[in-house]
Nanobody, 118 residues
Framework: QVQLVESGGGSVQAGGSLRLACAAS????????IHWFRQAPGKEHERVAS????????VYADSVKGRFAISQDNAKNTVYLQMDSLKPEDTAMYYC???????????WGQGTQVTVSS
């Protein structure tokens, strides 16, 4: 079975940094592409960034371009989201989601909370 476990969330002041981690277990074919999504209260579920095992990466949210970076350690089956220059509007629950392709998400973790204070 596929399991995704997020870690690394917390509370920081504006301008600070956090690195989130998503540890995946189970068949790697089912987690070929891993995404980071976020959701803040009253806002839509937003895809932040994606990466596949071939190393293709994409950052989708214009609001985080230049500040967030996604990377992976295939040996550890872990995907990271480095978040720099954090802003209060980055406050959200961040979820790791995965699927056999980057057009499909079949699995997700329990989320990790990120809170940025001004």
């Amino acid at each position: 079975q596929v399991q995704l476990v997020e870690s690394g969330g917390g509370s920081v002041q504006a301008g600070g940094s956090l690195r989130l981690a998503c540890a995946a277990s189970g068949p790697t074919s089912r987690t070929y592409c891993i995404h980071w999504f976020r959701q803040a209260p009253g806002k839509e579920h937003e895809r932040v960034a994606s990466i596949n095992r071939a190393g293709f990466t994409a950052v989708y949210a214009d609001s985080v371009k230049g500040r967030f970076a996604i990377s992976q350690d295939n040996a550890k089956n872990t995907v990271y989201l480095q978040m720099d220059s954090l802003k209060p509007e980055d406050t959200a629950m961040y979820y790791c989601e995965a699927g056999p392709s980057c057009e499909q998400t079949d699995y997700w973790g329990q989320g990790t909370q990120v809170t940025v204070s001004s």
